[in-house]
């Protein structure tokens, strides 16, 4: 198994867990207690300024019931490897011009693709 | 602090409850709580059956104390405790009995009202002009502030406690040492803090102590500095040690540490088989966990102190 470079975010987990309460419905002081910390300690944890030990930093993710796809845009997990996010940070780095001649590559690899699985003519028995 | 003969109805059982008490704190200091426990019960009925409330407050305490430890102290224990506190008959058996409760509320993770009787813990030390038990009470606080993520106050606790501490008190200056090197790493200050942990190891090892925690801490360093072989050469040795003694707090933090450092040396197989091992063992309802952990770095997240 190849490493994909780890995607570091201390701010952007706890936003994330942030958005996840929200959408849950939950208040601050509701989850705090869930998850046996306090109302001021999930406060901080949300902005970013507060380390929890892993049993609650995975009671946490595990209230949300959160797989990395949910985590990142709520994308199905299984269609995002380490490795996609990795290729798709990629390419948001380049420039408009260069996305699309990736977009365009991208677009004759499958279409080479799909002409080699299909069977040529003379060929057939 | 040796009782006065005031405090004795009959004299004749101080010795012996010295004997006791003075033994027991020596198994203490040796880590063996089993003995300690036992030498302090005795030391309160010796206490209880001649001598004033007062001592008998103390020897409830040191017994108390290493109940504590043990993981055997009911909320009884601790509303003792806080009837000693409440009856304030001396400043010694306060000391004890707030150090005690701060250490019970500690380990049930009420961190809030642990940080409260370790202050008050620390302000009768001070009253009473002891440095050795300032600084073990200033420990204390320290451990409480580093696990609410407050690592500024929590290494000015331990400065402090460190310029107090007796010169003689080799294993104490070094368990302090290591939670300072942790803090400095989480500051950035990480030169310092692996002189730190390196210091806190060498002591352990010439005292024999076990010195798991120091090397679970400088795996955390080596990690901030991307020093992935030292990472997983010293997150190694912390699992093993901690797996002989049964500590799963480390096992867990030492898994999911040498999962990082596998990740960061490149081998992504290492990293899932740890992360795998640390899901399956201690979450296993988290099926999610060892993807997750090998997308996403939650080092910033988590403290190892917590």
């Known amino acids: ?125 | 602090m040796s009782p006065s003969g005031a405090e004795w109805r009959d004299r004749a059982l101080e010795p012996r409850y010295l004997a006791l008490r003075d033994a027991a704190a020596a198994r203490l200091r040796d880590g063996l709580l089993e003995e300690a426990r036992d030498g302090f019960a005795a030391a309160l009925d010796a206490a209880r059956a001649g001598a004033a409330p007062a001592l008998v407050d103390r020897a409830f305490c040191n017994l108390a104390g290493v109940e504590i430890e043990l993981g055997r102290a009911p909320e009884t224990v601790a509303a003792q405790l806080r009837q000693i506190l409440v009856d304030n008959r001396d400043a010694e058996g306060c000391r004890l009995a707030a150090y005690h409760l701060g250490r019970f509320y500690d380990l049930r993770k009420q961190i809030k009202k642990a940080l409260f009787y370790a202050r008050i813990a620390q302000e009768r030390s001070r009253q009473l002009g002891n440095d050795a038990w300032q600084a073990s009470s200033g420990n204390l606080t320290a451990l409480l502030l580093l696990s609410e993520s407050r690592f500024d106050e929590a290494s000015r606790e331990l400065e402090r406690a460190l310029a107090l501490l007796p010169a003689d008190d080799e294993l104490t200056a070094a368990l302090i040492m290591d939670n300072l090197g942790y803090c400095r790493f989480l500051q950035g200050r990480t030169a310092e803090g692996f002189r730190l942990c390196f210091r806190s190891l060498r002591t352990l090892r010439r005292l024999g102590r076990q010195r798991w925690a120091a090397q679970l801490t400088l795996a955390y360093g080596y990690l901030q500095v991307e020093r992935a072989g030292r990472a997983l050469r010293h997150g190694t040795a912390a699992l093993a040690a901690a797996e002989r003694e049964g500590d799963t707090t480390t096992v867990k933090n030492a898994l999911f540490l040498l999962g990082e450092a596998a990740n960061l040396a490149g081998d992504a197989d290492a990293a899932y088989d740890h992360f795998v091992r640390l899901q399956r063992e201690f979450y296993p309802e988290q099926a999610f966990l060892p993807n997750f952990l090998l997308a996403v770095d939650v080092t910033g997240l988590v403290n190892l102190k917590a």
Do not use: C, W
Request: cysteine-free; aromatic content about 6%; glycine content about 4%.
């Open chain 1, 1 to 125: 198994m190849a490493t994909a470079p780890k995607i570091r975010q201390v701010q952007l987990v706890g936003r994330k867990i942030r958005q996840l309460r929200k959408q849950h419905k939950l208040t601050q002081t509701e989850l705090s207690a869930r998850i046996g910390i306090q109302q001021s300690d999930l406060s901080r944890m949300e902005k970013g300024e507060y380390r929890v030990s892993l049993d609650t930093l995975f009671r946490i993710l595990a209230e949300f019931h959160m797989s990395m796809g949910e985590f990142f845009d709520e994308v199905n997990r299984e269609s995002v490897t380490p490795k996609d996010a990795q290729i798709l940070r990629d390419i948001k780095t380049l420039d408009p011009e260069s996305q699309r001649e990736v977009e365009s590559f991208i677009a004759f690899k499958r279409a080479q693709g799909a002409a080699v699985d299909e069977p040529r003519e003379g060929t057939m028995r």
